[in-house]
């Protein structure tokens, strides 16, 4: 099942690191994120994280950052809604 959040992450995903069209709509829960993706590199994760509270309307702190959350698209939706939820 498809949520809002996860429509939005997946566009945001694609506009932030150029993804070819349709890339992130074939991500699943287990698609590896930072260390899989050349796209997604430590300056991109500053951009990602940005258009996340922009578009998801949503406060990341510095302490709500961790590496885990960009482990894999599932880890970053979980705490994408998780988030959405807190607001």
Same mark, same amino acid.
């Given at each position: ?14 506009? $932030?690191? /150029? %993804?070819?069209?349709?890339?992130? *709509?074939?991500? &699943? ?9 050349? +796209?997604?590199?430590?300056?991109? $994760?500053? /951009? %990602?994280?940005?258009?996340?509270? *922009?578009?998801? &309307? ?9 590496? +885990? ?7 970053? %939706? ?10």
């Amino acid at each position: 099942m498809t949520t809002d959040t996860d429509q939005i992450l997946r566009r945001i995903l694609g506009d $932030v690191l /150029g %993804l070819r069209p349709g890339q992130a *709509d074939e991500f &699943d829960g287990d698609t590896g994120l930072f260390g899989h993706l050349p +796209e997604l590199d430590s300056m991109a $994760v500053a /951009g %990602l994280l940005t258009e996340m509270e *922009d578009r998801l &309307d949503i406060l990341i702190e510095d302490d709500d950052i961790e590496g +885990e959350m960009l482990e894999t698209y599932g880890a970053l %939706l979980a705490f994408a809604e998780a988030k959405r939820t807190q607001s």
